[in-house]
């Protein structure tokens, strides 16, 4: 009997196409940061984060069912082994809060300036996480 063949990805196919969707999350957001849309560009730096952070953990064979899950786990296994810095973890926190204002609380929009930051930390995100990624032999 032959054996059936997964259709289910890799960890490794997993980890590509959620890096892929952290840099199209970063488009999204840099071209609804030129257009004004400061919420939308919020919410897209902060998937980058998310989509990043998930590229991250799979490589650890962990996997999170919930956005703040993902948050806890990046910080469990990243931040507190030194991997990546305080500051890194503060930005991600700070991404997923306006995010959550932007689409949830209809009376608070990202201003500006708030989203300028968190698609500027999104790149700093994405760019080392894709150097880490390429550093094991993901990419």
Same mark, same amino acid.
């Not at 259709?7 to 196919?13: D, F, K, L, V, Y």
């Not at 970063?26 to 730096?45: C, H, M, S, T």
């Given at each position: 009997m032959l054996a059936m063949k997964s259709?289910?990805?890799?960890?490794?196919?997993s980890v590509l196409i959620y890096l892929d969707g952290a840099r199209e999350a &970063?488009? @999204?957001?840099? =071209?609804? &940061?030129? @257009?004004?849309? =400061?919420?939308?560009?919020?919410?897209?730096?902060y998937y980058a984060f998310f989509y990043a952070a998930t590229a991250l953990l799979l490589t650890l064979d962990i996997t999170r069912s919930k956005h703040s899950g993902v948050l806890a786990a990046f910080r469990q296994y990243f931040v507190k082994s030194g991997d990546f810095s305080a500051q890194t973890s503060r930005h991600y926190g700070e991404a997923f809060e306006l995010r959550s204002m932007a689409d949830y609380e209809m009376l608070g929009e990202a201003s500006e300036a708030q989203a300028r930051a968190v698609?500027?930390?999104a790149h700093r995100f994405v760019e080392r996480c894709e150097a880490d990624l390429t550093e094991e032999g993901y990419l």
């Open positions: 259709t289910e990805p890799t960890n490794s196919e &970063l488009r @999204g957001a840099e =071209y609804n &940061l030129d @257009g004004g849309f =400061y919420g939308i560009a919020v919410n897209r730096g698609v500027e930390w």
